[in-house]
């Protein structure tokens, strides 16, 4: 099936999803934006990846205060692979309600099913140097 404008604003509109559900608390609607067997990697956190949905509202509800007061995501780049999927790559800022800041890059793969697009895996590279890590 080809991938049409509709398919990259459905998509677009999935990843921009995710941070409305999360800051308003609505964890168990993340069904909505990824698969039910959906590997959430957040290694470069120092932790293991979460499986699945239920674990990633889990560990949402597990952070509780120390979650973000706002997810922001921009940047979002499309790209077709060659299995029907689609990678996606965006930039996400968090804002902290101490009223820091920090920025990742979410690396998804992005699959159609019954219920339309939904994210299967999801990498997240925090940022904590500048030009990528080459200074």
């Not at 101490?98 to 890059?105: E, H």
């Not at 099913?113 to 140097?129: C, E, L, Q, V, Y």
Request: negative net charge.
């Amino acid at each position: 099936m080809a991938f049409t404008a509709d398919d990259r604003t459905e998509i677009t509109e999935l990843i921009s999803m995710h941070g409305h559900l999360c800051d308003s608390g609505e964890l168990d609607r993340l069904d909505e934006v990824f698969t039910p067997d959906v590997v959430y990697d957040v290694s470069d956190f120092g932790q293991e990846p979460l499986l699945g949905v239920a674990a990633c509202a889990a560990a949402g509800r597990a952070l509780g205060e120390l979650n973000p007061v706002a997810h922001h995501v921009t940047n979002v780049v499309l790209t077709e692979a060659a299995d029907g999927r689609v990678h996606a790559r965006s930039k996400g800022i968090g804002v902290n309600a101490d009223g820091t800041a920090g920025s990742v890059t979410y690396e998804d793969t992005v699959i159609r099913t019954p219920h339309g697009w939904r994210i299967g895996h999801r990498k997240i590279h925090a940022h904590r140097t500048p030009l990528g890590g080459h200074v």
